[in-house]
């Protein structure tokens, strides 16, 4: 078997580093030349009138280019395109496929690693290091692991015999699968539409409006692998159109979503609705939303806590799933929390990444922004919240939200509840003798189950809280932020409203994508009916 390929090592981008060199020439040529960003149909590049703007949400004036959305017509023909691509690409052996993907990681690791980060922190207002963790690392890491775990999977024999000869025959879902992807990781963008593609499948990818700069250069990253035409085709344009449209197609064969919870229940419901018009039930696999919580107990580690709750709150401007937005702190430890966690947040520069000295950049459009001041708003008006920290947005230049952290006193509370997808996390702070309450509560207090924290020094408290909290979160940490699994190390995937948790970066996610048949060859065939028990009883 194969050895396990490594993880992707992490670049720091000191000064002085020639990745910090690289990068910033990245930035300067691509804030420099805009680029048209055309759909992909069966390998042609489509592009309309009327296109629509990629801006930077750190700065209005800002535009990296423009993509074309889709006309009348252009679904069903990547629909066609991916169908007519199909016979070949399964018949393909998983060696070349696996060999496709393998070529894109290191294209990624070498010549594209700056253009896919520059475009991810000019596109997406991700700071050096939150790009070189998703564009870069994780990315690789996909494409290196999943072509090692396909190969894993295609490894497993079945019992045989002299008299017979059985095998796995790993067949790719009879049809298309339909990737729609989020804005908010250029990792999940990539992997949504390839991770189905190594496994012979053809896919029609619907990326997020606001992350077409990315999804335009791993399109072209992937091309230059050598995916041939056809596997994946790329439409942009209405989200609800298209989705009605490729919806309706008896040969739609799954969705691969990663994004809110409520897209993903109209999803399933139009599914259902549209059951018997498919040749197959359709595969749903979809990571969904976060309310990601953070319990401390009062033998906790009071620093550990503070930079877990910074990292994993803040970082990214709060815009990940996993990202820490509720914590619960024992009285004991409350007032040194938020002291510590506070002068660390004055640290926090907030602005354009392409000044690396900022720790957080823009949220990512108008409606986030507009969302996010509301809910700051409402809390300051609110008797039940204290804004400790934080609290102001600016909008002038880009979507700003300065890190915000609010104590809340009653624990049913929607800011304990709902994810906000930003730069606000709340607190709740709780009597030292109830902390077996606190976790019900915390189990209790929000649909989602993705991830979630327990900070303690009491190993018996551990114990009490990964008991209490097993169905709370699919990816549980102890003493470390709920943020920032590794492809290989933790996947990932959470329960409840936080989706179908197939566990991305893991082997078993690839069965998804896998319709398995076995053949059965009998060597020595029967050549009489009779069993034994047929025979007549001995005289
Ligand atoms: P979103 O739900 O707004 O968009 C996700 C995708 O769905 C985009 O491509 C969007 O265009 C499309 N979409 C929007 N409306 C649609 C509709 N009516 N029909 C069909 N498609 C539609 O999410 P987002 O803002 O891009 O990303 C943030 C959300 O994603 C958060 O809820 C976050 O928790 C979640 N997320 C989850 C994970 C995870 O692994 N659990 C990872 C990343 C993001």
């Known amino acids: 078997m194969a050895t396990l390929p490594v993880n992707e090592a992490v670049l720091t981008y000191a000064p002085g580093s020639p990745e910090r060199a690289e990068l910033r020439r990245a930035i300067n040529e691509q804030s420099a030349h805009p680029v048209i960003v055309p759909l992909r149909i069966g390998g042609a590049g489509v592009f309309h009138d009327a296109p629509q703007p990629i801006r930077a949400p750190h700065r209005h004036e800002l535009v990296l280019g423009e993509y074309s959305t889709v006309r009348e017509g252009d679904v069903a023909q990547a629909i066609s395109a991916a169908r007519a691509a199909q016979p070949a690409w399964s018949a393909t052996p998983l060696a070349e496929r696996a060999a496709i993907f393998r070529r894109a990681a290191e294209l990624l690791a070498g010549p594209h690693r700056q253009r896919l980060n520059a475009a991810t922190l000019l596109g997406q207002s991700k700071t050096p290091h939150q790009a070189e963790i998703d564009a870069a690392c994780e990315l690789i890491d996909f494409w290196r692991f999943n072509a090692h775990f396909a190969e894993r999977l295609s490894e497993e024999r079945l019992i045989s015999s002299e008299f017979e000869k059985n095998a796995f025959d790993w067949r790719p879902l009879e049809g298309f699968v339909y990737a729609v ?76 979503f990663t994004g809110s919870s409520s897209v993903f229940e ?6 259902a609705v549209n059951l018997t018009r498919y040749r197959n039930y359709p595969r749903l696999v979809a990571e969904t939303g976060g309310k990601d919580f953070v319990v401390a107990h009062a033998s906790a580690d009071l620093d550990a806590l ?42 926090l520069k907030v602005g354009d990444p392409a000044d690396f000295s900022c720790f957080m950049g823009a949220v990512i459009a108008r409606p986030a922004y507009e969302r996010l001041t509301l809910t700051i708003e ?162």
């Not at 004991?332 to 002291?339: G, N, Q, Y």
């Not at 600016?394 to 930003?422: K, M, N, Y």
């Not at 509560?441 to 979630?452: E, N, R, V």
Request: charged share 20%.
């Open 181 to 256: 992807t989020p804005f908010n990781f250029t990792a999940i963008a990539g992997n949504l539409p390839s991770a189905p593609a190594l496994l012979g499948n053809v896919v029609v990818w619907k990326p997020s409006p606001y992350a077409m700069l990315s999804a335009h250069h791993i399109y072209e990253l992937l091309r230059e692998a050598g995916l041939p035409d056809g596997v994946i085709n790329l439409v942009a344009g209405d989200a609800a159109q298209i989705t009605t449209e490729v919806l309706h197609d008896p040969n739609l064969a799954a969705i691969h």
């Open 266 to 271: 109209g999803l399933y419901q139009s599914v």
């Open 306 to 347: 503070a930079v877990a709750v910074l990292r994993g709150g803040y970082e990214y401007q709060g815009q990940k799933c996993s990202a820490a937005s509720r914590v619960y702190v024992p009285r004991s430890l409350a007032r040194d929390f938020e002291a510590r966690l506070v002068e660390l947040m004055a640290e």
């Open 378 to 539: 409402r809390a300051r008006a609110d008797a039940a919240c204290r804004i400790a920290f934080g609290g102001q947005g600016s909008d002038a230049e880009g979507f700003f939200i300065a890190p915000t952290l609010i104590e809340v006193q009653t624990p049913e509370h929607a800011l304990l509840r709902d994810e906000l997808f930003g730069p606000i996390v709340s607190f709740f702070v709780y009597d030292d003798d109830r902390f077996e309450d606190v976790l019900r509560l915390c189990d209790q207090a929000s649909p989602y189950a993705l991830t979630g924290s327990i900070f303690a020094r009491d190993a018996a408290a551990i114990a009490l809280a990964s008991n209490a909290l097993r169905f709370s979160a699919g990816n549980f940490y102890i003493n470390d932020k709920p943020t920032g699994a590794v492809v290989g190390q933790q996947p990932f995937g959470g329960a409840r409203r936080s989706g179908t948790n197939d566990k991305a970066g893991s082997p078993f996610h690839l069965l998804r994508w896998a319709s398995p048949r076995v053949i059965k060859e009998n060597l020595r065939p029967p050549r009489d009916f009779r069993y034994p028990f047929l025979e007549p009883d001995f005289p």
